[in-house]
């Protein structure tokens, strides 16, 4: 035979294995002597543990253990129980030759020979660091999904199931509607709807939208355990595995009802601006046109009179008489009703009564904040010892919304709108000024609605009151806003001032006389204001009902962060704050701000914490502030707030 004919040799089945081996890179295949020692190496155990044959060859396989697990004997206990149990197999950390560690996957057999005689074991180790990293990555975004749902207390947030069945429960919406999470787990959604929208199979259309495009969302009345309705914004979102089956809904529910309220006292507020303008512009008309028909009226009542005169020395009245009588009586209800229509063109006299403009201005700043746009930065910085007027707070409210729109028309892309208050004196070479030159010396209280928007040049500025003119192309504006404005503050016995630069924006003061309280007068009139701080819902609520039941006007805020917006807005003469907040700052934190930016305000402290704990875990002197323990009681705020004060 030749060599191309013969058959190729066989490899004895030992070489066969040692080859196999030696080809794989991806496990740690080597063996251990019945001590533990290693006694071969392949190359993929090189390239995981860093050690080259001839290193570890002789050498302990328990090297390759951490401090830790030697500590605990794991490497000994690893080959008993492989010994014992035909098998070990575990995940743990184990160290490379530079000490840095990876996450091995360990197999250990025995080998026995044909006689059953132990010859050593088998160890097999793959590195599954980064699956053991991409496991740990999920479960850390479960878990921080987890705790972000289970964090949110502004949004109802759970799932459904695909029929629609409650499958698990955030603390909002717990808050929002009312039921806690072992109540509603595993009832329909459609619980939440009002019965009418449940008649017209709202939840079912619902569902069906989401699951065929993949998302609802609207707006309705959603209904609470307690039976009370509230304006919900819905989202709806179908949820589907890798095989496009679908899995069930997220839900997402947001309590709209602060925002409907305010929207709809918008509307009336600018329906109620539209008929004052509407009703100023028909009473200038009457007024004027009653004030004519009046004279004319006169000179014929007068001519009538020297007629009946002349009549009565002559010697044949006849018809005459009864023509003029006609005449008289006619121009009597002619009369009568050129009155009427000049008690119209003056209209109602005004409901005018001694106001704080700073509570007026506050309790109306919802409605002025949505008279503007997201675009608009709103700021109220208000003088905190700003006089009283005496003012018709409606019409005021009603003068101040024209101004803040006024305000948002000239900033169409956006910019600053300010609304301020401050006490103003004005004296005799003041008076004489041609600004403030219509009022007399005296104490005043401005108020000033400022923009940034386009501005107006003098010619405009020097026409603004008059009735009728608008620099607003046909159909955005009658002209009459700004004339209504100054009729009012004219006939409350003020004035109202323009300044302005085209392209520098415009700022438009009002000036009322001031009521000036005597010394310590204005104290005992004033109804403190109390800013509750809490994140427990439940607890404020307390709080907020012991601070009334004392007398206090009450504000709350649910964060360190909603506290500074409302002590940026209004006056708060005490802070009562949680020491421990969950979310961004604390209450320790919160009352360091307001004693730098707001020195005049008392602060409280309340935790369940005792004050020497809170001491040594914040590191500072808590004695500058007043505290009290949780759970506390009206006694404990009475007392608390008499040491404060």
Do not use: C
């Not at 098998?87 to 057999?109: L, Q």
């Not at 103003?424 to 070479?429: L, N």
């Amino acid at each position: 035979m030749n060599d191309q004919t013969q058959p190729k040799k066989a490899f004895p089945e030992e070489r066969r294995y040692q080859y196999l081996i030696s080809g794989i890179s991806d496990y740690a295949i080597y063996m251990l002597d019945p001590a533990g020692h290693v006694s071969s190496w392949n190359p993929g155990a090189y390239r995981f543990k860093g050690y080259v044959a001839q290193e570890i060859l002789g050498q302990h396989f328990s090297r390759f253990y951490t401090p830790e697990d030697r500590a605990t004997d794991l490497p000994a206990r690893a080959l008993h129980t492989a010994l014992t149990q035909g098998k070990y197999e575990a995940e743990g950390w184990r160290v490379r030759k530079d000490g840095t560690r990876f996450w091995a996957h360990v197999v250990i057999d025995p080998i026995h020979d044909e006689s059953g005689e132990l010859l050593g074991f088998a160890k097999v180790t793959r590195d599954v660091t980064e699956r053991k990293k991409a496991e740990e990555a999920l479960r850390e975004s479960e878990q921080r999904f987890r705790l972000l749902v289970h964090g949110v207390t502004d949004y109802a947030i759970y799932m459904l199931s695909p029929e629609g069945t409650v499958t698990n429960w955030n603390p909002g919406a717990e808050r929002i509607k009312g039921y806690a999470q072992d109540e509603i787990v595993g009832s329909h959604f459609s619980r939440f709807y009002t019965d009418e929208d449940k008649t017209a199979g709202v939840p079912v259309r619902a569902l069906s939208t989401a699951a065929g495009t993949g998302r609802f969302e609207a707006e309705g009345w959603r209904v609470r355990k307690d039976g009370s309705r509230f304006w919900a914004h819905v989202v709806i979102d179908a949820i589907r595995d890798e095989a496009g089956e679908l899995v069930g809904f997220a839900k997402i529910t947001r309590d709209l009802t602060e925002k409907k309220k305010a929207d709809e006292a918008l509307e009336a507020a600018s329906a109620a601006l539209f008929q004052a303008q509407k009703m100023e512009s028909i009473g200038q008309l009457t007024g004027g046109v009653a004030h004519d028909f009046n004279n004319l009226l006169s000179v014929l009542s007068s001519g009538l009179e020297v007629l009946s005169m002349q009549r009565k020395e002559s010697d044949s009245p006849g018809n005459d008489v009864r023509t003029i009588d006609s005449m008289r009586r006619a121009i009597d209800r002619g009369a009568r009703l050129t009155q009427q229509l000049l008690a119209f063109a003056r209209q109602q006299p005004l409901q005018a009564e001694t106001r704080n403009l700073n509570r007026v201005i506050t309790g109306f700043e919802t409605v002025l904040r949505r008279a503007g746009n997201p675009s608009i930065e709103f700021i109220v910085d208000l003088d905190r010892k700003a006089h009283s007027a005496v003012i018709d707070s409606a019409r005021f409210e009603s003068a101040l919304l024209n101004l803040v729109v006024n305000a948002r028309d000239a900033m169409p892309e956006g910019g600053r709108l300010v609304i301020s208050t401050a006490n103003v004196k004005i004296e005799e070479r003041m008076s004489g000024s041609p600004a403030l030159a219509a009022l007399p010396a005296g104490e005043y209280v401005r108020v000033t609605v400022a923009d940034t928007g386009t501005g107006m040049p003098p010619e405009v500025v020097a026409r603004a009151f008059e009735p009728f003119f608008t620099t607003k192309e046909v159909g955005k504006g009658t002209g009459l806003g700004l004339s209504q404005v100054y009729g009012f503050i004219k006939q409350s016995d003020g004035d109202v001032v323009i300044e302005s630069k085209a392209g520098e924006g415009t700022s438009i003061s009002i000036y009322l006389p001031a009521v000036v309280e005597a010394a310590g007068e204005g104290e005992a009139e004033h109804t403190e204001r109390v800013l509750i701080v809490e994140d427990e819902p439940d607890l404020m609520d307390v709080a907020a009902s012991l601070f009334t039941s004392m007398g206090y006007d009450v504000v709350t805020a649910a964060s360190g962060r909603e506290a500074i917006d409302v002590l940026e807005h209004h006056d708060v003469d005490i802070l009562f704050t949680d020491v421990v907040m969950p979310h961004g700052m604390n209450g320790i934190e919160l009352a360091s701000y307001t004693r730098e930016h707001y020195p005049d305000t008392k602060i409280m402290l309340a935790s369940g914490y005792p004050l020497p704990a809170l001491k040594q875990r914040h590191g500072r002197d808590l004695s500058e502030f007043a505290f009290v323990n949780k759970p506390y009681r009206l006694s404990d705020l009475a007392r608390t707030l008499r040491g404060a004060m």
